[in-house]
Protein backbone atom coordinates (compact mmCIF):
# COMPACT_ATOMS: atom_id res chain seq x y z
CA UNK A 1 0.00 0.00 0.00
CA UNK A 2 1.33 3.34 -0.80
CA UNK A 3 0.51 6.63 -0.16
CA UNK A 4 -2.68 8.10 -2.01
CA UNK A 5 -3.15 11.78 -0.62
CA UNK A 6 -5.45 12.68 -2.95
CA UNK A 7 -8.05 12.49 -0.83
CA UNK A 8 -6.44 13.42 2.88
CA UNK A 9 -7.47 17.36 4.14
CA UNK A 10 -5.62 19.08 6.93
CA UNK A 11 -2.15 17.83 6.24
CA UNK A 12 0.49 19.16 7.97
CA UNK A 13 4.04 18.33 8.52
CA UNK A 14 4.62 17.96 11.62
CA UNK A 15 1.39 15.21 11.86
CA UNK A 16 3.14 13.36 9.79
CA UNK A 17 6.30 13.97 11.58
CA UNK A 18 8.16 11.10 13.81
CA UNK A 19 9.67 13.06 16.66
CA UNK A 20 12.92 11.77 18.10
CA UNK A 21 14.10 13.75 21.40
CA UNK A 22 16.96 14.38 22.73
CA UNK A 23 18.47 14.64 26.05
CA UNK A 24 21.71 16.73 25.04
CA UNK A 25 23.46 15.75 28.88
CA UNK A 26 23.71 12.31 28.19
CA UNK A 27 23.34 11.81 24.33
CA UNK A 28 27.39 12.25 22.85
CA UNK A 29 30.27 14.53 25.05
CA UNK A 30 32.69 15.36 22.46
CA UNK A 31 35.10 17.37 24.50
CA UNK A 32 35.46 14.54 27.61
CA UNK A 33 34.48 16.06 30.16
CA UNK A 34 31.20 13.56 31.12
CA UNK A 35 28.79 15.94 30.24
CA UNK A 36 27.00 15.59 26.49
CA UNK A 37 27.23 18.87 24.17
CA UNK A 38 26.23 19.88 20.96
CA UNK A 39 29.64 19.21 18.75
CA UNK A 40 28.49 15.69 19.77
CA UNK A 41 25.29 15.73 18.89
CA UNK A 42 27.05 17.15 15.30
CA UNK A 43 29.09 13.90 15.10
CA UNK A 44 25.28 11.60 14.83
CA UNK A 45 23.28 13.74 12.82
CA UNK A 46 24.15 10.67 10.19
CA UNK A 47 22.77 8.17 12.67
CA UNK A 48 19.99 10.22 13.35
CA UNK A 49 19.10 10.83 9.88
CA UNK A 50 19.83 6.81 9.19
CA UNK A 51 16.81 6.42 11.69
CA UNK A 52 14.62 8.29 9.53
CA UNK A 53 13.00 10.53 11.72
CA UNK A 54 12.01 14.17 10.61
CA UNK A 55 12.07 16.01 13.84
CA UNK A 56 14.50 16.19 16.54
CA UNK A 57 13.75 17.93 20.05
CA UNK A 58 16.23 19.00 21.95
CA UNK A 59 16.01 19.44 26.40
CA UNK A 60 17.29 22.91 26.89
CA UNK A 61 20.14 24.09 25.69
CA UNK A 62 20.60 27.27 26.78
CA UNK A 63 22.36 28.92 29.48
CA UNK A 64 22.02 27.38 32.78
CA UNK A 65 23.47 26.96 36.11
CA UNK A 66 21.23 23.30 35.97
CA UNK A 67 19.36 23.39 39.13
CA UNK A 68 17.01 21.40 36.81
CA UNK A 69 19.16 20.53 34.32
CA UNK A 70 18.70 23.48 32.25
CA UNK A 71 15.09 23.96 33.03
CA UNK A 72 16.31 26.91 34.74
CA UNK A 73 17.51 29.52 32.07
CA UNK A 74 20.09 32.70 32.66
CA UNK A 75 20.26 33.53 29.56
CA UNK A 76 17.24 32.73 26.92
CA UNK A 77 19.45 33.62 24.05
CA UNK A 78 22.87 32.20 25.08
CA UNK A 79 24.15 28.51 24.79
CA UNK A 80 25.35 26.51 28.13
CA UNK A 81 28.78 26.49 28.58
CA UNK A 82 28.98 22.85 28.85
CA UNK A 83 26.88 22.60 25.46
CA UNK A 84 29.11 24.53 23.90
CA UNK A 85 29.21 27.90 21.94
CA UNK A 86 26.78 29.79 19.62
CA UNK A 87 29.03 28.57 16.83
CA UNK A 88 28.28 24.92 17.40
CA UNK A 89 24.35 25.75 17.88
CA UNK A 90 24.50 27.30 13.99
CA UNK A 91 26.77 24.16 12.66
CA UNK A 92 24.05 22.10 14.52
CA UNK A 93 21.38 23.07 12.68
CA UNK A 94 22.78 24.11 9.63
CA UNK A 95 23.78 20.16 9.65
CA UNK A 96 20.10 18.68 10.13
CA UNK A 97 18.46 21.12 8.08
CA UNK A 98 21.32 19.46 5.06
CA UNK A 99 20.19 16.43 6.10
CA UNK A 100 16.46 17.26 5.94
CA UNK A 101 15.72 17.13 9.72
CA UNK A 102 13.58 19.70 11.55
CA UNK A 103 14.79 21.39 14.71
CA UNK A 104 12.31 22.01 17.70
CA UNK A 105 13.81 23.76 21.08
CA UNK A 106 12.61 23.71 24.80
CA UNK A 107 11.18 26.90 25.46
CA UNK A 108 10.91 27.03 29.39
CA UNK A 109 9.12 30.01 29.86
CA UNK A 110 7.03 29.87 33.04
CA UNK A 111 9.87 30.04 35.16
CA UNK A 112 13.31 31.31 34.73
CA UNK A 113 16.65 30.36 36.78
CA UNK A 114 17.32 32.24 39.54
CA UNK A 115 20.60 33.61 37.83
CA UNK A 116 18.50 34.84 35.36
CA UNK A 117 19.83 38.97 34.88
CA UNK A 118 15.69 39.95 35.37
CA UNK A 119 15.69 37.94 38.66
CA UNK A 120 18.60 39.91 39.86
CA UNK A 121 17.29 42.58 39.03
CA UNK A 122 14.10 41.94 40.20
CA UNK A 123 15.00 40.94 43.53
CA UNK A 124 17.28 43.67 44.43
CA UNK A 125 14.65 46.69 45.44
CA UNK A 126 10.73 46.74 45.06
CA UNK A 127 11.09 50.06 42.65
CA UNK A 128 13.18 48.09 40.20
CA UNK A 129 11.31 48.53 36.65
CA UNK A 130 12.30 44.50 36.52
CA UNK A 131 10.00 44.23 40.08
CA UNK A 132 7.11 43.39 38.11
CA UNK A 133 8.74 40.14 35.92
CA UNK A 134 8.40 37.99 38.66
CA UNK A 135 5.33 37.53 41.34
CA UNK A 136 5.85 39.02 44.87
CA UNK A 137 4.23 38.80 48.31
CA UNK A 138 5.31 41.39 50.90
CA UNK A 139 5.50 39.77 54.46
CA UNK A 140 3.98 42.75 56.16
CA UNK A 141 0.49 41.03 54.30
CA UNK A 142 1.87 37.95 56.57
CA UNK A 143 2.20 34.42 54.95
CA UNK A 144 1.35 34.27 51.10
CA UNK A 145 -1.77 31.22 50.38
CA UNK A 146 -0.18 28.25 49.55
CA UNK A 147 1.09 27.38 46.43
CA UNK A 148 2.92 23.72 45.95
CA UNK A 149 6.39 23.75 45.02
CA UNK A 150 6.90 20.71 43.48
CA UNK A 151 11.15 20.25 43.74
CA UNK A 152 11.32 21.64 47.61
CA UNK A 153 11.82 19.82 50.29
CA UNK A 154 8.59 21.54 52.17
CA UNK A 155 6.82 21.43 49.22
CA UNK A 156 6.16 24.96 49.16
CA UNK A 157 5.96 27.11 46.15
CA UNK A 158 6.91 30.57 48.13
CA UNK A 159 10.09 31.30 49.29
CA UNK A 160 11.31 34.40 51.27
CA UNK A 161 13.86 36.60 50.34
CA UNK A 162 15.53 39.05 52.90
CA UNK A 163 16.45 41.52 50.77
CA UNK A 164 12.99 42.92 49.76
CA UNK A 165 11.34 40.80 53.03
CA UNK A 166 8.94 39.68 50.48
CA UNK A 167 7.92 36.02 49.21
CA UNK A 168 8.44 35.24 45.57
CA UNK A 169 6.60 32.16 43.81
CA UNK A 170 8.01 29.26 42.41
CA UNK A 171 6.22 26.07 41.21
CA UNK A 172 9.45 24.13 40.72
CA UNK A 173 12.52 24.75 43.00
CA UNK A 174 13.36 28.11 44.52
CA UNK A 175 16.03 28.39 41.97
CA UNK A 176 13.32 28.22 39.35
CA UNK A 177 11.10 31.65 40.05
CA UNK A 178 7.96 32.11 38.23
CA UNK A 179 7.72 34.47 35.36
CA UNK A 180 5.01 37.04 35.53
CA UNK A 181 3.17 36.44 32.20
CA UNK A 182 0.30 39.34 33.27
CA UNK A 183 3.16 41.76 32.66
CA UNK A 184 3.30 42.82 28.96
CA UNK A 185 6.90 43.64 29.56
CA UNK A 186 7.52 40.20 30.09
CA UNK A 187 5.50 38.41 27.27
CA UNK A 188 6.79 40.62 24.71
CA UNK A 189 10.48 39.68 25.97
CA UNK A 190 9.50 36.08 25.66
CA UNK A 191 8.00 36.53 21.91
CA UNK A 192 11.38 38.52 20.92
CA UNK A 193 13.33 35.54 22.05
CA UNK A 194 11.22 32.90 20.23
CA UNK A 195 11.46 35.11 16.96
CA UNK A 196 14.84 35.32 17.56
CA UNK A 197 15.54 31.19 17.56
CA UNK A 198 13.26 31.65 14.86
CA UNK A 199 14.79 34.10 12.75
CA UNK A 200 18.10 31.93 13.04
CA UNK A 201 15.87 29.01 11.42
CA UNK A 202 14.13 27.09 14.12
CA UNK A 203 11.62 24.63 13.76
CA UNK A 204 9.47 25.24 16.33
CA UNK A 205 9.39 24.84 20.35
CA UNK A 206 8.09 22.32 22.91
CA UNK A 207 6.36 24.55 25.54
CA UNK A 208 7.85 23.38 29.32
CA UNK A 209 4.33 23.53 31.28
CA UNK A 210 2.84 26.08 29.44
CA UNK A 211 -0.60 25.62 30.63
CA UNK A 212 1.01 27.22 34.07
CA UNK A 213 2.05 30.14 32.81
CA UNK A 214 -1.07 32.17 33.87
CA UNK A 215 -2.00 32.99 37.36
CA UNK A 216 -4.27 34.62 39.27
CA UNK A 217 -1.75 37.40 41.26
CA UNK A 218 -4.61 38.67 44.36
CA UNK A 219 -3.40 34.62 45.10
CA UNK A 220 -6.99 33.54 46.89
CA UNK A 221 -6.11 31.00 49.47
CA UNK A 222 -7.09 27.32 47.51
CA UNK A 223 -7.55 25.04 50.01
CA UNK A 224 -6.92 20.63 49.35
CA UNK A 225 -10.37 20.84 49.65
CA UNK A 226 -10.88 23.18 46.72
CA UNK A 227 -8.02 21.04 44.97
CA UNK A 228 -9.79 17.79 45.74
CA UNK A 229 -13.71 18.84 44.89
CA UNK A 230 -12.93 21.26 42.14
CA UNK A 231 -9.64 20.23 40.62
CA UNK A 232 -10.01 16.31 40.43
CA UNK A 233 -7.71 16.10 43.45
CA UNK A 234 -5.01 17.65 41.47
CA UNK A 235 -2.90 20.78 41.60
CA UNK A 236 -1.86 20.99 38.31
CA UNK A 237 -5.35 21.50 37.21
CA UNK A 238 -5.69 23.98 39.35
CA UNK A 239 -2.35 25.67 38.26
CA UNK A 240 -3.36 25.24 34.62
CA UNK A 241 -6.63 27.30 34.42
CA UNK A 242 -5.52 30.84 35.53
CA UNK A 243 -6.84 33.63 33.99
CA UNK A 244 -6.06 35.33 30.43
CA UNK A 245 -4.10 31.85 29.67
CA UNK A 246 -5.42 31.88 26.52
CA UNK A 247 -4.71 35.57 26.23
CA UNK A 248 -1.88 35.22 26.29
CA UNK A 249 -1.33 31.70 23.96
CA UNK A 250 -3.36 34.16 21.45
CA UNK A 251 -0.63 36.53 21.08
CA UNK A 252 2.00 34.33 21.32
CA UNK A 253 0.31 32.86 17.77
CA UNK A 254 -0.06 36.21 16.74
CA UNK A 255 3.13 37.59 17.54
CA UNK A 256 5.47 34.97 17.16
CA UNK A 257 4.17 31.62 15.70
CA UNK A 258 1.82 32.24 13.15
CA UNK A 259 4.64 34.60 11.40
CA UNK A 260 7.04 31.41 10.52
CA UNK A 261 6.16 27.66 9.16
CA UNK A 262 7.10 26.34 12.91
CA UNK A 263 5.30 23.30 15.40
CA UNK A 264 4.39 23.79 18.51
CA UNK A 265 3.24 21.42 21.54
CA UNK A 266 2.59 22.42 24.82
CA UNK A 267 3.84 19.69 27.69
CA UNK A 268 -0.09 19.90 28.72
CA UNK A 269 0.49 19.44 33.03
CA UNK A 270 -2.96 19.73 34.06
CA UNK A 271 -5.04 19.36 30.67
CA UNK A 272 -7.76 17.07 31.02
CA UNK A 273 -9.52 15.80 28.02
CA UNK A 274 -12.34 18.72 28.52
CA UNK A 275 -9.89 21.29 28.57
CA UNK A 276 -7.66 20.22 25.32
CA UNK A 277 -9.64 21.67 22.67
CA UNK A 278 -8.85 25.28 24.29
CA UNK A 279 -4.84 24.88 23.30
CA UNK A 280 -5.19 23.06 19.81
CA UNK A 281 -8.15 23.58 17.66
CA UNK A 282 -6.79 24.90 14.37
CA UNK A 283 -10.09 27.63 14.75
CA UNK A 284 -8.55 28.81 18.41
CA UNK A 285 -4.96 29.91 17.06
CA UNK A 286 -2.87 28.39 19.54
CA UNK A 287 -0.82 25.86 19.79
CA UNK A 288 -0.54 22.60 17.36
CA UNK A 289 -0.50 19.84 19.97
CA UNK A 290 -0.06 18.94 23.29
CA UNK A 291 1.13 15.65 25.42
CA UNK A 292 -1.35 14.60 28.21
CA UNK A 293 -0.12 12.88 31.47
CA UNK A 294 -2.71 10.47 31.75
CA UNK A 295 -1.33 7.82 30.15
CA UNK A 296 2.15 8.09 31.81
CA UNK A 297 0.22 8.48 35.31
CA UNK A 298 -1.30 5.37 34.66
CA UNK A 299 -0.51 1.87 37.47
CA UNK A 300 0.97 4.51 40.49
CA UNK A 301 -0.85 3.92 43.62
CA UNK A 302 -2.67 7.07 44.30
CA UNK A 303 -1.37 9.19 47.81
CA UNK A 304 1.83 7.63 47.48
CA UNK A 305 5.28 9.53 45.41
CA UNK A 306 5.04 7.92 41.95
CA UNK A 307 5.02 4.15 43.23
CA UNK A 308 4.18 1.36 41.06
CA UNK A 309 0.86 -0.91 42.45
CA UNK A 310 2.60 -4.12 42.59
CA UNK A 311 -0.30 -5.33 40.35
CA UNK A 312 0.91 -3.52 37.71
CA UNK A 313 -1.14 -1.22 35.39
CA UNK A 314 -4.17 -2.50 33.78
CA UNK A 315 -4.41 -3.02 29.95
CA UNK A 316 -7.89 -2.68 29.75
CA UNK A 317 -7.53 0.90 31.23
CA UNK A 318 -4.76 1.73 28.97
CA UNK A 319 -6.50 1.23 25.90
CA UNK A 320 -9.68 3.05 27.50
CA UNK A 321 -6.92 6.10 28.03
CA UNK A 322 -5.65 5.93 24.32
CA UNK A 323 -8.79 5.54 22.65
CA UNK A 324 -10.17 8.48 25.01
CA UNK A 325 -7.56 10.86 23.53
CA UNK A 326 -7.70 9.40 20.23
CA UNK A 327 -11.85 10.37 19.73
CA UNK A 328 -10.32 13.98 21.81
CA UNK A 329 -8.93 14.65 18.31
CA UNK A 330 -11.52 12.72 16.09
CA UNK A 331 -12.96 16.19 14.88
CA UNK A 332 -10.44 18.61 15.69
CA UNK A 333 -6.81 19.21 16.45
CA UNK A 334 -4.09 16.65 16.87
CA UNK A 335 -2.50 14.40 19.33
CA UNK A 336 0.58 12.98 19.91
CA UNK A 337 2.09 10.02 21.79
CA UNK A 338 4.44 8.87 24.23
CA UNK A 339 5.34 5.97 26.83
CA UNK A 340 8.51 8.19 27.86
CA UNK A 341 10.83 10.92 27.93
CA UNK A 342 13.35 12.75 30.01
CA UNK A 343 11.22 12.59 32.85
CA UNK A 344 9.72 9.25 32.55
CA UNK A 345 11.21 6.48 33.34
CA UNK A 346 12.84 3.79 30.46
CA UNK A 347 9.52 3.19 28.54
CA UNK A 348 10.73 -0.62 28.38
CA UNK A 349 10.59 -0.86 31.61
CA UNK A 350 7.36 0.96 32.36
CA UNK A 351 5.32 -0.43 30.01
CA UNK A 352 7.05 -3.49 28.88
CA UNK A 353 9.47 -6.11 30.47
CA UNK A 354 13.16 -5.45 30.67
CA UNK A 355 13.71 -8.90 31.78
CA UNK A 356 16.58 -9.79 29.18
CA UNK A 357 14.72 -12.73 27.92
CA UNK A 358 11.65 -9.52 26.83
CA UNK A 359 13.39 -6.79 26.73
CA UNK A 360 13.62 -6.27 22.78
CA UNK A 361 10.76 -8.02 22.22
CA UNK A 362 8.32 -6.13 24.21
CA UNK A 363 10.42 -2.61 23.22
CA UNK A 364 9.83 -3.37 19.51
CA UNK A 365 5.96 -3.80 20.30
CA UNK A 366 5.64 -0.57 22.43
CA UNK A 367 7.62 0.86 19.13
CA UNK A 368 4.99 -0.85 16.77
CA UNK A 369 2.24 1.23 19.12
CA UNK A 370 3.69 4.33 19.36
CA UNK A 371 4.31 4.10 15.33
CA UNK A 372 0.80 2.87 14.57
CA UNK A 373 -1.55 5.42 16.58
CA UNK A 374 -3.05 8.62 15.03
CA UNK A 375 -0.88 11.37 16.70
CA UNK A 376 2.81 12.38 16.27
CA UNK A 377 4.67 10.08 17.88
CA UNK A 378 7.28 11.71 20.40
CA UNK A 379 9.81 9.10 20.61
CA UNK A 380 12.85 9.00 23.01
CA UNK A 381 16.26 8.65 22.13
CA UNK A 382 18.02 5.24 23.12
CA UNK A 383 14.17 3.51 23.28
CA UNK A 384 14.94 2.89 19.85
CA UNK A 385 17.93 0.85 21.53
CA UNK A 386 14.94 -1.04 24.33
CA UNK A 387 17.64 0.81 26.77
CA UNK A 388 15.86 0.08 30.23
CA UNK A 389 16.03 1.40 33.13
CA UNK A 390 19.33 1.30 35.88
CA UNK A 391 17.80 1.27 39.15
CA UNK A 392 20.07 2.84 41.36
CA UNK A 393 20.32 1.21 44.98
CA UNK A 394 21.23 4.50 46.60
CA UNK A 395 19.96 8.11 46.68
CA UNK A 396 24.07 8.94 46.24
CA UNK A 397 23.90 7.89 42.59
CA UNK A 398 20.88 9.83 41.44
CA UNK A 399 21.60 13.66 40.28
CA UNK A 400 17.99 14.83 39.59
CA UNK A 401 16.85 17.45 42.11
CA UNK A 402 13.11 15.90 42.38
CA UNK A 403 14.79 12.35 43.24
CA UNK A 404 17.04 14.38 46.24
CA UNK A 405 14.68 16.53 47.33
CA UNK A 406 11.70 13.79 47.53
CA UNK A 407 14.35 11.56 49.56
CA UNK A 408 14.89 14.43 52.19
CA UNK A 409 11.08 15.17 52.23
CA UNK A 410 10.21 11.75 52.99
CA UNK A 411 13.10 11.36 55.50
CA UNK A 412 12.40 14.71 57.59
CA UNK A 413 8.24 13.25 57.71
CA UNK A 414 10.09 9.91 58.75
CA UNK A 415 8.66 7.93 56.15
CA UNK A 416 10.11 4.43 54.73
CA UNK A 417 12.87 5.37 52.71
CA UNK A 418 13.33 1.81 51.31
CA UNK A 419 9.99 1.87 49.72
CA UNK A 420 11.12 5.77 48.53
CA UNK A 421 14.18 3.92 46.93
CA UNK A 422 12.14 0.70 45.67
CA UNK A 423 9.78 2.58 43.65
CA UNK A 424 12.13 5.26 42.48
CA UNK A 425 14.03 2.11 40.62
CA UNK A 426 10.84 2.12 38.70
CA UNK A 427 9.80 5.97 38.22
CA UNK A 428 12.90 8.09 38.91
CA UNK A 429 13.57 10.40 36.27
CA UNK A 430 17.29 9.22 35.82
CA UNK A 431 16.58 5.93 34.63
CA UNK A 432 15.60 7.61 31.39
CA UNK A 433 18.68 10.37 31.60
CA UNK A 434 21.83 8.10 31.88
CA UNK A 435 24.35 8.19 29.02
CA UNK A 436 23.08 6.67 25.70
CA UNK A 437 24.52 3.63 24.81
CA UNK A 438 26.91 3.89 21.18
CA UNK A 439 29.11 0.57 21.46
CA UNK A 440 31.13 -1.54 24.30
CA UNK A 441 34.05 1.00 24.68
CA UNK A 442 34.46 2.42 28.22
CA UNK A 443 31.80 4.27 29.11
CA UNK A 444 29.37 3.12 26.13
CA UNK A 445 31.55 5.25 24.09
CA UNK A 446 29.44 8.38 25.27
CA UNK A 447 32.76 9.94 26.59
CA UNK A 448 36.60 9.84 27.58
CA UNK A 449 35.39 11.30 30.99
CA UNK A 450 33.56 10.59 33.69
CA UNK A 451 30.05 10.43 32.81
CA UNK A 452 28.06 12.77 35.19
CA UNK A 453 25.76 9.99 35.50
CA UNK A 454 26.65 6.57 35.70
CA UNK A 455 25.98 4.42 32.61
CA UNK A 456 23.81 1.30 32.78
CA UNK A 457 26.08 -1.18 32.96
CA UNK A 458 24.28 -3.57 30.07
CA UNK A 459 26.02 -0.99 27.65
CA UNK A 460 28.22 -4.00 26.72
CA UNK A 461 25.48 -5.80 24.94
CA UNK A 462 22.76 -3.06 24.48
CA UNK A 463 24.20 -0.67 21.72
CA UNK A 464 24.57 1.06 18.50
CA UNK A 465 27.32 -0.56 17.04
CA UNK A 466 25.68 -4.15 18.18
CA UNK A 467 22.31 -3.05 17.18
CA UNK A 468 23.64 -1.88 13.51
CA UNK A 469 24.82 -5.04 12.15
CA UNK A 470 21.92 -7.51 13.85
CA UNK A 471 19.12 -7.58 11.21
CA UNK A 472 16.56 -8.63 14.41
CA UNK A 473 17.60 -5.64 16.54
CA UNK A 474 15.41 -2.87 18.47
CA UNK A 475 17.34 -0.30 16.74
CA UNK A 476 16.64 -1.88 12.84
CA UNK A 477 13.26 -2.81 14.17
CA UNK A 478 12.42 1.07 14.44
CA UNK A 479 13.66 1.88 11.80
CA UNK A 480 11.17 -0.19 9.54
CA UNK A 481 8.77 1.06 11.62
CA UNK A 482 9.57 4.49 10.66
CA UNK A 483 9.77 4.19 7.24
CA UNK A 484 6.20 2.09 7.65
CA UNK A 485 4.68 4.66 8.87
CA UNK A 486 6.08 6.97 6.27
CA UNK A 487 5.09 5.19 3.55
CA UNK A 488 1.84 4.49 4.72
CA UNK A 489 -0.27 8.10 4.86
CA UNK A 490 -3.01 5.57 6.35
CA UNK A 491 -0.95 5.12 9.96
CA UNK A 492 -0.78 8.91 10.59
CA UNK A 493 -4.38 9.71 9.29
CA UNK A 494 -6.26 6.52 8.87
CA UNK A 495 -9.52 6.52 11.52
CA UNK A 496 -8.53 4.65 14.45
CA UNK A 497 -11.15 1.96 15.99
CA UNK A 498 -10.17 0.04 18.80
CA UNK A 499 -11.75 -4.07 18.80
CA UNK A 500 -11.67 -6.46 21.72
CA UNK A 501 -12.15 -4.03 24.41
CA UNK A 502 -11.67 -5.90 27.71
CA UNK A 503 -9.37 -8.59 26.66
CA UNK A 504 -7.05 -7.55 29.42
CA UNK A 505 -3.63 -9.27 27.12
CA UNK A 506 -4.01 -7.64 23.99
CA UNK A 507 -4.57 -4.32 22.46
CA UNK A 508 -6.01 -4.89 19.23
CA UNK A 509 -7.01 -1.88 16.82
CA UNK A 510 -7.61 -0.93 12.91
CA UNK A 511 -7.15 2.11 11.04
CA UNK A 512 -8.85 2.95 8.32
CA UNK A 513 -8.12 5.55 4.94
CA UNK A 514 -9.69 6.01 1.55
CA UNK A 515 -10.86 2.21 1.47
CA UNK A 516 -7.57 0.68 2.94
CA UNK A 517 -7.55 -1.34 6.23
CA UNK A 518 -4.83 -1.99 8.70
CA UNK A 519 -5.25 -4.22 11.53
CA UNK A 520 -2.77 -3.74 14.15
CA UNK A 521 -2.54 -6.87 17.15
CA UNK A 522 -0.36 -6.34 20.34
CA UNK A 523 0.47 -8.77 22.82
CA UNK A 524 1.25 -6.94 26.37
CA UNK A 525 2.04 -9.94 28.22
CA UNK A 526 4.80 -12.72 28.30
CA UNK A 527 2.46 -15.14 28.02
CA UNK A 528 1.05 -16.74 24.29
CA UNK A 529 -2.50 -14.33 24.26
CA UNK A 530 -5.42 -14.68 21.88
CA UNK A 531 -6.61 -12.02 20.07
CA UNK A 532 -10.57 -12.03 19.52
CA UNK A 533 -11.04 -9.48 16.15
CA UNK A 534 -13.56 -11.00 14.76
CA UNK A 535 -11.47 -10.54 11.35
CA UNK A 536 -9.95 -12.98 9.57
CA UNK A 537 -6.55 -12.56 8.71
CA UNK A 538 -6.17 -15.13 6.59
CA UNK A 539 -5.25 -13.83 3.16
CA UNK A 540 -3.91 -10.31 4.79
CA UNK A 541 -0.70 -9.24 4.02
CA UNK A 542 1.78 -8.78 7.09
CA UNK A 543 3.66 -5.56 7.01
CA UNK A 544 5.68 -6.21 9.78
CA UNK A 545 5.51 -8.47 12.78
CA UNK A 546 8.46 -8.74 15.22
CA UNK A 547 8.58 -12.49 15.23
CA UNK A 548 9.68 -14.07 12.07
CA UNK A 549 6.61 -15.44 11.29
CA UNK A 550 3.12 -13.84 11.84
CA UNK A 551 0.11 -15.63 13.41
CA UNK A 552 -3.28 -16.91 10.99
CA UNK A 553 -5.43 -17.51 13.56
CA UNK A 554 -5.56 -14.95 16.42
CA UNK A 555 -2.50 -17.22 18.33
CA UNK A 556 -0.27 -14.56 19.57
CA UNK A 557 3.03 -15.45 21.34
CA UNK A 558 4.69 -13.50 24.46
CA UNK A 559 5.08 -10.05 23.07
CA UNK A 560 3.95 -10.47 19.82
CA UNK A 561 3.21 -7.40 17.46
CA UNK A 562 1.70 -7.52 13.86
CA UNK A 563 0.43 -4.80 12.04
CA UNK A 564 -1.63 -6.16 8.61
CA UNK A 565 -2.97 -4.77 5.47
CA UNK A 566 -6.50 -6.38 5.32
O1 LIG B 1 8.02 19.09 33.74
C1 LIG B 1 6.88 19.59 34.33
C2 LIG B 1 6.07 18.64 35.02
O2 LIG B 1 4.87 18.56 34.83
C3 LIG B 1 6.73 17.90 36.10
O3 LIG B 1 5.86 17.85 37.16
C4 LIG B 1 7.10 16.56 35.63
O4 LIG B 1 5.95 15.90 35.26
C5 LIG B 1 7.78 15.86 36.73
O5 LIG B 1 9.05 15.65 36.26
C6 LIG B 1 7.14 14.59 37.08
O6 LIG B 1 7.88 13.90 38.01
C7 LIG B 1 8.78 20.03 33.06
C8 LIG B 1 10.05 19.42 32.53
O7 LIG B 1 9.75 18.46 31.56
C9 LIG B 1 10.85 18.88 33.67
O8 LIG B 1 12.01 18.23 33.24
C10 LIG B 1 11.21 20.07 34.55
O9 LIG B 1 11.88 19.59 35.69
C11 LIG B 1 10.00 20.86 34.97
O10 LIG B 1 9.12 21.12 33.88
C12 LIG B 1 10.41 22.20 35.50
O11 LIG B 1 10.88 22.99 34.46
Not at 546 to 553: C, G, Q, R
Request: proline share 5%; hydrophobic share 35%.
Amino acid sequence: MKNDSADIPGRKWWKEAVVYQIYPRSFKDAKGDGVGDLKGIISKLDYIKSLGVSVIWLNPIFSSPNADNGYDISDYRGIMKDFGTMEDFDAMLKGMHERGLKLVLDLVANHSSDEHEWFRQSRSSGTNPYRDYYHWWPAEKGKPPFRPGSFEVDGSGWRFDAATNAYYLHYFSFRQPDLNWENPKLRKEIFDMMNFWFDKGVDGFRMDVIPFIAKDTTFPVITQKDIDEKYNGGWDQYLASGPHLHDYLKEMNKEALSKHDVMSVAEGAGVTAATAHNFVDEDRNELNMLYHFEGVSLGYLPGKFKEMDPKGYSLVEFKKIYSKWDSVFEEKGWGTIYLGNHDQPRMVTRWGNDAPEWRALSSKMLTTFLLTMRATPYYFGGDELGMNNIKFDKIDDYRDIESINMYKQIKNKGGDLNEFLNAQKISARDNSRTPFQWDSSANAGFTTGTPWLKVNPNYKTVNVAAQETDANSCLNYFRKMVKLRKENLILVYGKYALLDRENPNVYAYTRELNGKKLLVILNFTNNPASANTGIDVSKAKVLIDNYADAPVNGQLKPYEAVVYEL
